[in-house]
């Protein structure tokens, strides 16, 4: 029996927007019926250790981006009884503004990211809108502000955090995303975050359109399966399936946030 010690992981959905497949898929079928994205953050708790993974966006990007802003994903997490004030660490699977926004509302965290995501997010290639598009140039520079005040933690590949965590550089996406290894009561569990936006984009080979290496995503599916036992427990990064496949851990909290190891 493992004595590593398990974590309960939730999803937590805060914003929702309606697309159709060809803004999902290389190659979609724009006749295709539409297919809505979510926005997750989500939580790891263990008895001995809360790490939070992403801090989401909130309502003024919300209304400039057109996406439907249903709650800030700090209220979700107060819910599930974690004060962002209090966190101690926030993990950054990436630097887009859907994955960052709201890191005022963690004052005490010290941020987990890859040392290859902030060069690219301040690099050359944010001279061009196609790669810079999904970037908030506030929300990068308050980054390296983070970084000048010594809260940023910067990991080079992949890192064992602890003996039940570890960090895996996956990139295509962008370069530096990573994503999350857990070790829960199930066995392990990744949050694959934005290397695989749905699930279809990795169990049909379809890469997501903002890429900035397609190669390298489509090899970072290989990745993640590697990090797994049952390729069930690669928990995708927008797919509204995810809130339909797994159960909420109480009825207040049906439709904000889901238990993903139960």
Same mark, same amino acid.
């Given at each position: ?8 992981? %939730? ?18 079928? $724009? ?10 953050? @989500?939580?790891?708790?263990? +008895? !001995?250790?809360? @790490? ?10 919300? #209304?400039?981006?057109? &996406?439907?802003?249903? *709650? ?12 962002? #004030?209090? /966190? ?8 887009? %503004? ?8 963690? $004052? &005490? ?11 690219? +997010? ?6 061009? $809108? ?10 990068? /520079? ?7 005040? !010594? ?19 996956? !990139?295509?996406?962008?370069? !530096? ?43 970072? @599916? ?17 797919? $509204? #399936? ?15 946030? /889901? *238990?993903?190891?139960?």
């Amino acid at each position: 029996m493992s004595t590593l010690q398990p974590f309960k992981v %939730y999803a937590i959905r805060y914003a929702t927007v309606a697309r159709h497949a060809s803004e999902n898929f290389i190659g979609g079928d $724009p006749h295709e019926s539409g297919m809505d994205m979510d926005y997750f953050v @989500w939580v790891a708790i263990s +008895a !001995g250790k809360t @790490w939070v993974i992403d801090t989401g966006f909130n309502a003024a990007a919300a #209304a400039k981006r057109k &996406r439907t802003f249903l *709650r800030c994903p700090t209220a979700g997490l107060t819910l599930l009884g974690v004060d962002a #004030a209090q /966190v101690e660490d926030v993990i950054v699977t990436h630097l887009h %503004y859907d994955h960052i926004g709201n890191f005022d509302k963690f $004052p &005490r965290a010290r941020f987990h990211l890859q040392d290859a995501e902030l060069a690219y +997010a301040t690099g050359r290639y944010m001279a061009k $809108p196609f790669f810079s598009g999904a970037y908030e140039v506030d929300e990068v /520079v308050a980054m390296v502000r983070n970084v000048y005040a !010594g809260r940023v933690q910067f990991h080079q590949g992949d890192v064992q955090l602890a003996p039940n965590i570890s960090l895996h550089l996956i !990139g295509g996406h962008t370069r !530096g995303l990573q994503a999350v290894r857990l070790w829960t009561e199930s066995g392990w569990l990744v949050l694959a975050s934005d290397a695989s936006h749905y699930l279809a984009n990795m169990t049909e080979g379809r890469p997501f359109p903002i890429v900035a290496d397609v190669c390298a995503m489509a090899d970072g @599916w290989d990745k993640l399966r590697s990090l797994v036992d049952d390729p069930r427990r690669i928990i995708p990064g927008h797919d $509204p #399936a995810v809130m339909h496949q797994f159960k909420s851990p109480l009825p207040a909290l049906a439709g904000i946030a /889901v *238990r993903l190891d139960a």
